[in-house]
């Protein structure tokens, strides 16, 4: 085969890697939105406001300019907009590290690694719901497969692609800016390049973030006279991540930093790789099964780690930790900020188990299998089984027509803005406490609902469960349970 066919033999190869991929996850996509993120990002395609989380700052903007063009040129619903983006995005980050893996270890391992990322439950989960992990790590990982060959052969276009793929994922998630910067950085660093090879990389890079932050920018001042223009979006960063300085589960500086304190904080970040993001903890058999293939794989590298496989974390080690350590100090351990991490897991356990003697090379093949086991019922209950917060929308809708539910107090948390989204028409705020109202509020209510169980009440006033709504952890583990409790005076008063 010539030069020529063979390539446009491996394009066809790409995409037809990337329409099964994109297919898979939009025939297997949430059937509404799943959490609060979710419902933000919602609303800001319907308008843009950081100022009142619609989406919270730091605003996600191209994730929300996907999901606006869906809703004004093709007259999607935004749910189905942004669902699509992150379809997208999960099939891209496939592609892209199939490409990736191909170039640095060959087709075979790339093949087995790109099936195996495909079904892995954190990133099917995550590539079918309205988030913007999926979209941000596929064009992250077009950046570092353009790096890797800029890395090799010096291609100025592989450069200024990769400055492109950089700024795009900084715009659909900005916290990734510093990761981005590593990637693009790292190689520039090592093969010594001139000055103005630097310049052009870097300009590229910033002049992509500046096409996303300068209308960004003018658009919240536009909704704020009062905060000097210079000042929005600095002022919007502020008020959300000062938030989290005192919150233990998010901000490690928060926390005592006793052995309890940072062990249970690896277990959640760092086990929750193989645990939630490979969806070991599905079941018991899948924990001992997932735990035995994970040491077996990771022991089988330690031996058979060789040149190619220094090679590999030469390119990849210092922006997976800088990645892994924000994560670690500053944000909770859902497993979908670990998104760009599951492809090095992969590859190191399907290479440790590749480097076996035969006959005990087949266990390559356990692993994928393992993933398919688990992500297939999970994903069939996603598609067809709402979140449990919209399950409990629905229920309270089912209960009273809609005259009456404006009668119907509600003191809500993770639920409230499902409510805002699906049923405005309930009196719904987001309280722990019923003193949080005028007393001639409460007197005058139809029904009064709350999902806290603590929920701070008056003497006399009691809490009955009516209601509770759950799926698997594994399908998403935030917002996986929810209890629905009436609240009531006791029978004395």
Same mark, same amino acid.
């Given at each position: ?202 300009? %590229? ?13 003018? #658009?919240? %001042? ?211 406490? #019923? ?59």
């Amino acid at each position: 085969m010539s030069t020529d066919q063979d390539r446009q033999g491996q394009r066809w190869k790409i995409a037809a890697i990337f329409i099964f991929v994109f297919a898979l996850y939009f025939l297997t996509r949430s059937p509404d939105l799943d959490e609060w993120d979710s419902v933000q990002f919602a609303w800001g395609v319907r308008g843009f406001d950081l100022w009142n989380h619609h989406p919270h700052p730091p605003g996600y903007p191209l994730y929300i300019l996907a999901g606006w063009m869906g809703n004004a040129f093709w007259h999607w619903e935004p749910v189905f907009s942004l669902e699509i983006a992150s379809c997208l995005g999960g099939a891209l980050f496939v592609a892209a590290w199939f490409l990736i893996v191909r170039l640095q270890f060959g087709e075979k391992l790339a093949w087995l690694v790109g099936a195996s990322l495909t079904i892995t439950p954190v990133v099917w989960m995550t590539s079918t719901k309205v988030l913007t992990d999926s979209l941000a790590s596929g064009l992250l990982s077009a950046q570092l497969l353009c790096m890797l060959l800029y890395r090799g052969r010096g291609c100025f276009r592989d450069l200024i692609l990769a400055a492109c793929f950089g700024a795009a994922g900084t715009g659909v998630r900005p916290q990734l800016f510093l990761v981005a910067l590593v990637i693009l950085i790292g190689p520039l660093a090592e093969r010594k390049c001139s000055a103005k090879i630097w310049y052009a990389g870097i300009g %590229a890079f910033i002049l992509g973030c500046l096409f996303w932050l300068t209308p960004m920018w003018y #658009l919240q %001042a536009r909704l704020d006279s009062h905060t000097p223009a210079w000042l929005v979006y600095p002022e919007q960063i502020y008020q959300q991540w000062r938030w989290r300085l005192d919150k233990p589960d998010v901000f490690i500086g928060a926390g005592d930093f006793s052995p309890r304190y940072l062990g249970e904080r690896f277990a959640v970040h760092i086990l929750g790789w193989f645990g939630f993001g490979l969806g070991f903890v599905r079941f018991p058999f899948t924990i001992a099964a997932g735990s035995l293939l994970t040491g077996w794989g990771l022991i089988a590298y330690w031996f058979g780690f060789n040149e190619e496989d220094r090679e590999f974390w030469r390119a990849h080690w210092v922006w997976m930790m800088v990645h892994v350590l924000i994560i670690y100090c500053f944000l909770p351990g859902d497993q979908r900020y670990y998104l760009l991490v599951m492809p090095l897991i992969l590859v190191v356990l399907l290479r440790g188990f590749l480097a076996l003697r035969k006959p005990w090379r087949f266990v390559a093949i356990a692993l994928p299998l393992l993933l398919l086991g688990v992500s297939i019922p999970v994903a069939m209950q996603s598609r067809n089984q709402e979140a449990p917060p919209v399950r409990l929308v629905r229920f309270l809708q089912q209960q009273y027509p809609f005259p009456e539910r404006r009668g119907v107090l509600l003191f809500l948390g993770i639920s409230f803005r499902h409510f805002e989204w699906y049923a405005p028409e309930f009196d719904a705020i987001e309280a722990d406490s #019923l003193a949080a109202v005028k007393p001639e509020r409460l007197a005058s209510a139809r029904a009064i609902y709350t999902e806290y169980p603590t929920i701070t009440l008056p003497e006399g006033w009691r809490i009955v469960p009516v209601a509770h709504f759950e799926r698997s952890v594994v399908i998403y583990p935030k917002h996986h349970t929810v209890t629905l409790f009436r609240v009531e005076r006791s029978a004395a008063l």
